[in-house]
T-cell receptor, first 114, second 115 residues
Framework: NAGVTQTPKFRILKIGQSMTLQCTQD?????MYWYRQDPGMGLKLIYY???????DKGEVPNGYNVSRSTTEDFPLRLELAAPSQTSVYFC?????????????FGQGTRLTVV | AQSVTQLGSHVSVSEGALVLLRCNYS??????LFWYVQYPNQGLQLLLK??????LVKGINGFEAEFKKSETSFHLTKPSAHMSDAAEYFC?????????????FGKGTKLSVIP
């Protein structure tokens, strides 16, 4: 079983370019999340979704957009990439909220903005 | 607001020695607490969690953690370290959000195991 799949694994962007980080899960989970991980800073929540058509901002949403048209997919869009968006991005999903159910993480996308 | 403090960004132990990773939290409501592990170039994986009930929680790979309300702590322990335990460990606390429950993560502790 695939679990949570993220593509691409690595990407280099130039300042001002845009891109979409793809995330798909095959566990029929309602909840999906996007985190960014910076060295020594832990994980910060960017956006989350509680079901298809429903998204909400997390702690650090500026510079990002998301959509959730299906249960399986939760793409993260970066518009006008900036060096501050250099990070490792993780997508995660859970059946319910993370208090009661385990979140499953993808392997991450390492993004460098130059 | 919820917050988590992990004491020590790097911890080194000898193989076979006790592993102790420290986590303190602050929360205005009874917390739900979690430990996640991240192996190199991997995503995070849940080790264990405390929600309600027994304060000593056992997880995978021989790890356990004890919730101590009086000390606002949730330290992670393992009696005998193995080389395969080398990884980064994150403590997290729940935070009620709009329609969902989100986790607030600590900054992580990287565990090295010396042969």
């Amino acid at each position: 079983n695939a679990g949570v799949t993220q593509t691409p694994k690595f990407r280099i962007l130039k300042i001002g370019q845009s891109m979409t980080l793809q995330c798909t899960q095959d566990m029929n989970h309602n909840y999906m999340y996007w985190y960014r991980q910076d060295p020594g800073m832990g994980l910060k929540l960017i956006y989350y979704s509680v079901g298809a058509g429903i998204t909400d901002k997390g702690e650090v949403p500026n510079g990002y957009n998301v959509s959730r048209s299906t249960t399986e997919d939760f793409p993260l869009r970066l518009e006008l990439a900036a060096p501050s968006q250099t990070s490792v991005y993780f997508c995660a999903s859970s059946y319910g909220g993370q208090i009661n159910t385990e979140a499953f993480f993808g392997q991450g996308t390492r993004l460098t903005v130059v | 607001a919820q917050s988590v403090t992990q004491l020590g960004s790097h911890v080194s132990v000898s193989e076979g020695a006790l592993v102790l990773l420290r986590c303190n939290y602050s929360s205005s409501v009874p917390p739900y607490l979690f430990w996640y592990v991240q192996y190199p170039n991997q995503g995070l994986q849940l080790l264990l969690k405390y929600t309600t009930g027994a304060t000593l929680v056992k997880g995978i790979n021989g790890f356990e953690a004890e919730f101590k309300k009086s000390e606002t702590s949730f330290h992670l322990t393992k009696p005998s370290a193995h080389m395969s335990d080398a990884a980064e460990y994150f403590c997290a606390v729940s935070a009620a959000g709009a329609g969902s429950y989100q986790l607030t993560f600590g900054k992580g502790t990287k565990l090295s195991v010396i042969p």
